[in-house]
């Protein structure tokens, strides 16, 4: 556990260091066309505060990233103009955003979760309320909702979204599904007072490294507790089958395994990889509650 610890704060250094971060704030024709993009194409009419909806990939190479999503989880990819739509089956999870390299910077991937709340622009005055930083909006988005981007107190980017005709509702991840988000911080006291108080999470599963963020009951976000890093980032978890599998694949088609199932806890249900455009997410096995086979 110390080492993955140590691992994780390395790469939390890494991201830190890069000179062009991507973010919303550099969109341009793509923006349009996203903006005509539901999250869900059957929206509950009902808002569920602090859980996180939608994620969209912005990187400086779309084509390459999106053949490596299609080939390693099976996702289907969609272009629609300039925005690309990412389908798990039979409904839309994602998108893909192409940045633009900028003169003398250098660009990598990252995933930009998107996270439920009621009142976009009452929540946006809670982020500064509390010390965190408003990066761009609160804006309309057309099809999508009101949206605005922000950073917290520790510098973890993330889109509070509104979105148009409710949220998706509840229900079990499947293979392929994003299954789960957290965030990577060496201060677990400030993050969650500052997420407690905009998103309204109210309670706290705590462990010993690791908590959760829980609304009315139901499991919303994790904390991960990391050592010595100068700046956090939320990454996503995707449910896969096979762990194992899966981090084969990923070397295969150019992309990265920083922890292989075997060095990360939880009994190599788990692993941490990027796409070839530097982008990081988990990846992790889940029992199912339905108690369906999936080996």
């Not at 904390?223 to 599998?245: C, E, F, G, S, T």
């Not at 899966?246 to 692993?271: C, F, M, Q, S, Y």
Request: aromatic share 8%; proline share 5%; glycine share 10%.
């Amino acid at each position: 556990m110390q080492s993955l610890v140590c691992l994780l704060g390395m790469l939390v250094l890494m991201t830190s260091s890069l000179s062009g971060c991507a973010s919303f704030t550099d969109l341009s024709e793509s923006g349009v066309d996203m903006a005509q993009i539901p999250i869900t194409e059957n929206p509950s009419g009902k808002s569920y505060p602090g859980k996180f909806i939608w994620h969209d990939l912005l990187t400086p190479d779309a084509l390459s990233a999106a053949r490596f999503y299609e080939q390693l989880f099976g996702w289907q990819i969609e272009q629609h103009g300039q925005y690309a739509v990412v389908r798990n089956g039979d409904k839309a999870i994602a998108g893909i955003l192409q940045v633009e390299p900028v003169a003398g910077k250098t660009r990598e991937g990252v995933w930009i979760a998107s996270v439920s709340v009621a009142d976009v622009d009452a929540v946006a005055s809670l982020v500064t309320a509390n010390g965190g930083t408003i990066l761009k909006g609160p804006l309309d988005m057309g099809q999508r909702g009101r949206a605005v981007m922000i950073s917290d107190p520790q510098r973890a980017d993330l889109v509070l979204l509104q979105a148009k005709g409710g949220d998706p509702v509840d229900s079990e991840a499947q293979i392929g599904d994003w299954l789960w988000d957290e965030i990577w911080t060496d201060n677990p006291e400030i993050i969650e007072k500052f997420y407690r108080q905009v998103l309204g999470y109210d309670n706290l599963l705590s462990g010993n490294d690791y908590d959760v963020f829980t609304h009315k009951g139901e499991w919303r976000a994790g904390i991960r507790h990391l050592q010595d890093a100068k700046h956090m980032l939320w990454v996503p978890v995707v449910r896969v089958a096979d762990p194992y599998l899966i981090t084969k694949r990923v070397e295969k088609l150019g992309g990265v395994v920083w922890v292989t199932p075997d060095e990360a806890p939880g009994n190599g249900n788990t692993a941490l990889i990027a796409d070839p455009t530097g982008a990081l997410l988990l990846v992790q096995r889940w029992p199912s509650q339905t108690a369906e086979g999936e080996d």
